[in-house]
Nanobody, 121 residues
């Protein structure tokens, strides 16, 4: 019963900022990586940013220099600081985690329910 809960989405004007948060809870033995993916209506879900348990980050080219992903391992929480937002950033943002629920299970992928980010021009 692993659960990922996102928060921080909303409506912002172009050039503004938002900070998304995602907390993982439930049966968690270890977390390999957490990240954020975006999905606009009628489009496939795309990677935005990921961060490993060791702190290695990966960003989509479209958000480099504008977004920053970070995590608090003690809280099993990942954040996405979104600056200089553009209308094309508008999408539902989903939290992702790759983790071991127990020592006897392999790494599995979990998804949050998504949080809406809307950037107006």
């Amino acid at each position: 019963q692993v659960q990922l809960v996102e928060s921080g989405g909303g409506l912002v004007q172009a050039g503004g900022s938002l900070r998304l948060s995602c907390a993982a809870s439930g049966s968690i033995f270890s977390i390999n990586a957490m990240g954020w993916y975006s999905q606009a209506p009628g489009k496939q879900r795309e990677l935005v940013a990921t961060i490993t348990s060791g702190g290695t980050t990966n960003y989509a080219d479209s958000v480099k220099g504008r977004f920053t992903i970070s995590r608090d391992n003690a809280k099993n929480t990942v954040y996405l600081q979104m600056n200089s937002l553009k209308p094309e950033d508008t999408a539902v943002y989903y939290c992702n985690a790759v983790l071991r629920p127990t020592a006897y299970r392999v790494y599995e992928t979990y998804w949050g329910q998504g949080t809406q980010v809307t950037v107006s021009s």
